[in-house]
């Protein structure tokens, strides 16, 4: 079983809905990051959560220690959201490992 | 802003040759970061250099490596190439306060192809 689990691998909706992605782990972290992959390869870091609740524009991320869950939620979604978004925890302290999620595919149509 | 460069975005090599790539990161940013990214594992963490000092290393052979310098540029080096190390080479700067507790900003990779 991976460490970390991203679901739903794939999903596909219409511009306007309200999306949810979301990210289970089974090890303890020291933080959470969630990013978004465009077709090309390059890759944005949207937030970093260590605990709570971050917003930036229509996105929203939270997180769940005890549940060892988080979710990325996107309102009004539009085409341009249509990206690869990819879960990834960081564990210990020195000599860290970052351990990524398989990431989930997005696609908004219009 | 400029963000972060990555040089070359494309090289072509065979078995066994050496390859050297290159980052800047973004004005002011001390941390940098490499990754690995593949269709078959994803991505996976090279090494994080802070103040030309490697601060962390991922779980990769003594093939990869990597340096940073006084200006926070960074290289990473792969010898003896295998085919298996074809994929793209992602670097990822940072203020560099604390390790991942803060935004990492991407480049645009480097796709390494070896035939």
């Known amino acids: 079983k991976n460490e970390v689990e991203q679901s739903p691998q794939n999903l596909t909706a219409q511009e306007g809905e309200f999306i949810t992605i979301n990210c289970s782990y089974s090890?303890?972290?020291?933080?959470l990051h969630w990013l978004q992959q465009h077709p090309g390869g390059g890759i944005v870091s949207l937030f970093m959560l260590s605990s709570g609740k971050k917003k930036h524009g229509r996105l929203i991320a939270t997180i769940n220690i005890q549940e060892k869950h988080s979710s990325l939620h996107i309102t009004a979604s539009h085409p341009r959201d249509s990206a690869v978004y990819i879960c990834a925890v960081k564990r210990g302290t020195s000599n860290y490992q970052l351990i990524w999620g398989a990431g989930t595919k997005l696609i908004i149509k219009p | 802003k400029a963000g972060v460069t990555q040089t070359p975005r494309y090289l072509i090599k065979t078995r066994g040759q050496q390859v050297t790539l290159s980052c800047s990161p973004i004005?002011?940013?001390?941390?940098v970061s490499w990754y690995q990214q593949t269709p078959g594992q994803g991505l996976q963490f090279l090494f994080e250099y802070f103040s030309e000092t490697q601060r962390n290393k991922g779980n990769f052979p003594g093939r990869f490596s990597g340096r940073q310098f006084s200006n926070s540029r960074s290289e990473m080096n792969v010898s003896t190439l295998e085919l298996g190390d074809s994929a793209l080479y992602l670097c990822a700067s940072s203020l560099g306060g604390t390790t991942l507790q803060e935004t990492q900003y991407f480049g645009p990779g480097t796709r390494l192809l070896v035939l």
């Open positions: 090890v303890g972290i020291s933080a």
């Open positions: 004005s002011g940013h001390r941390s």
